[in-house]
């Protein structure tokens, strides 16, 4: 494994929950790896750990050959000496200084002329020069999250830590500033850690992602990865899935399974399924799904399934349509391919779906 940031510890609050991180590595490498999970699931917690603001219990976290802390020999490095960069959910900058000074809070040991000279760099790599003189007060949603970024990155962390870094935002800002964030930590080349409960933030943002529940890591991956094959029925919900249906293994052949799913036998690619499983979820992503009134074979998925029209709901741009296919199965497609279908509830449709887009994972 290479350098970059190692942690295993535990972190107990009195009456409340426990924290237990088994194994958590974040490479050296510039990247962004996502800490995804419902509210409550620990997220924010290992951050503070890894910031130094929370001391756990038992275990270590090291980065590259510095040890963090360790709670067996009581060793524990203050934050100031961590070089991280940490941004909270409600960016904490201070009203009384201006924006030039805020982001300049962490540069004191600098000559003047060098803090002055790295400010406005990074308020021009933030596309910000012209708010140097005013005050947080002055400043909307989207610009405050700039500065609170500006000011992380300025001292140059090893580490770069984010706490659901557009929860303030209304929800059109968030859309607007998606991209330009990820625009920016690429920039920046600082590993970052980024917490978030919004799977699109995480889908958008993240190189990996840790899926935590409970206090506890389940799963840790590349984000397609983890999200198109969870290893179990928890990650499947917490990453939701739209489809994840019990079902039964009846056969395996050459890399592939025939899976019994209520009424239906779908055909799945089932080459990292322990020998001998036999019963079984399937989980099958809404945007995998592919519809279409012919039933003619014009297409290569080996499954095609005569389905009905339960619901059709309006998601944005695209439709979210539910189908009786002797199982219930989500299907995500766009507004103009369902013009296209003339969709309506109680149509008649063929739902397409590839052998390696159906999950197996042993119930």
């Known amino acids: 494994m290479n350098a970059g940031l190692t942690a295993h510890f535990t972190k107990r609050f009195r009456g409340g929950a426990t924290i237990h991180i088994d194994t958590l590595h974040v490479p050296a490498e510039a ?23 929370d001391r756990p219990d038992a275990g270590e976290i090291r980065f590259a050959h510095a040890i963090w802390s360790n709670a067996a020999d009581k060793s524990f490095m203050p934050p100031r000496h961590r070089g991280v960069g940490y941004v909270p959910q409600d960016y904490t900058l201070f009203p009384h200084l201006s924006v030039a000074r805020n982001i300049g809070f962490g540069l004191h040991h600098l000559p003047r002329h060098q803090r002055l000279a790295r400010v406005a760099q990074t308020m021009q790599t933030l596309d910000i020069p012209d708010l140097a003189t005013r005050f947080p007060s002055s400043l909307s949603g989207g610009q405050q999250q700039r500065v609170a970024l500006a000011r992380a990155i300025v001292t140059h962390p090893r580490l770069l830590l984010l706490d659901e870094p557009l929860s303030a935002l209304d929800t059109p800002m968030q859309l607007h500033l998606r991209r330009e964030l990820r625009h920016w930590l690429r920039n920046a080349a600082i590993p970052t850690v980024l ?3 919004d799977r699109l933030e995480a889908l958008t943002l993240g190189d990996a992602i840790v899926v935590m529940d409970a206090g506890r890591i389940l799963q840790q991956g590349p984000v397609p990865d983890v999200f198109s094959r969870p290893v179990n029925r928890a990650v499947a919900d917490i990453v939701a899935v739209e ?54 074979p014009t297409a290569s998925p080996r499954n095609r399934l005569p389905a009905t029209v339960q619901t059709i709901l309006d998601a944005g741009p695209m439709l979210r349509v539910t189908l009786d296919c002797g199982f219930p199965l989500t299907a995500l497609l766009t507004k103009q391919a369902g013009a296209e279908l003339s969709l309506h509830e109680n149509a008649t449709v063929h739902a397409l779906i590839k052998a390696p887009q159906i999950h197996v994972i042993p119930r």
């Open 31 to 53: 990247g962004i790896t996502v800490l995804f999970g419902a509210s409550g699931s620990g997220k924010t917690t290992v951050l503070r750990c890894l910031a130094g603001l």
């Open 243 to 296: 489809t994840v249906q019990p079902a039964h293994i009846a056969h395996f052949a050459n890399g592939l399974a025939s899976v019994i799913v209520g009424s239906t036998t779908l055909t799945a690619l089932a080459t990292d399924l322990p020998a001998g499983t036999r019963d079984a979820y399937v989980c099958i992503r809404a945007e995998d799904v592919i519809l279409t009134r012919d039933a003619a």
């Open 195 to 197: 917490v978030t409960h």
